[in-house]
Structures are given as structure tokens and as C-alpha cells.
Nanobody, 112 residues
Framework: QVQLVESGGGLVQPGGSLRLSCAAS????????MSWVRQAPGKGPEWVSA????????RYADSVKGRFTISRDNAKNTLYLQMNSLKPEDTAVYYCNYGSSWGQGTQVTVSS
């Protein structure tokens, strides 16, 4: 069965960095576009970023453009999200996603 397991979240000060990972299994990872979506407390889901199968085409929400970088390693079946210059408003649970499949999420908290 499809499994998406996120990791790398934590507590970081404003201006800091984190790198999230999403380990994928149960499907042909290299054949699918992948996305990151986040959900802040009391808010609905917000799409963050997406990447095509080969990794050469990426897209970002305006709120994270220039600060976040999505990438993937198809040999390792892993999706990444490098997050720099973090802001308190980036606080959320971050999920990786393809189609209707979601991981359990990883909490990112940006606070001093």
C-alpha cells in the first residue's frame, strides 16, 4: 500500500532553516508529481509547492517563493522541502501528497 512518511519538522527561531523529508513507498515514486501542503492551526490546507517527475519543473505558493526549495531523489524515493528564512506564519503541519494519498504530517513551529 501507499505510504508517505514525513520527517524533519521541529521548533526553529524566526530566520532559521529546516529540511523536511518524505519517504515514499508502495507506488512508482518517479512516475508522479509530488506536492507539499501545510495546515496551520485553525486554518484550511494551503498548497505550498509541487515538483514534476524528473525534478526539473517546480512551483511555489507566493507565500514561500524565494525561501523554500522543493526537490526529489527518485533513486531514494524521497521528496524534500528546504525551508529557509522561516517566519512565524510558516508554523503548520506539513504534509507530502500525491493524488489522494497523504502522509501523517510533520509539525513545524517557528517561534522565538
Amino acid at each position: 500500500q501507499v505510504q508517505l512518511v514525513e520527517s524533519g519538522g521541529g521548533l526553529v527561531q524566526p530566520g532559521g532553516s529546516l529540511r523536511l523529508s518524505c519517504a515514499a513507498s508502495g507506488f512508482i515514486f518517479s512516475s508522479y508529481y509530488m506536492s507539499w501542503v501545510r495546515q496551520a492551526p485553525g486554518k484550511g490546507p494551503e498548497w505550498v509547492s509541487a515538483i514534476n517527475t524528473g525534478g526539473g519543473n517546480t512551483r511555489y505558493a507566493d507565500s514561500v517563493k524565494g525561501r523554500f526549495t522543493i526537490s526529489r531523489d527518485n533513486a531514494k524515493n524521497t521528496l524534500y522541502l528546504q525551508m529557509n528564512s522561516l517566519k512565524p506564519e510558516d508554523t503548520a503541519v506539513y504534509y507530502c501528497n500525491y493524488g489522494s494519498s497523504w502522509g501523517q504530517g510533520t509539525q513545524v513551529t517557528v517561534s522565538s
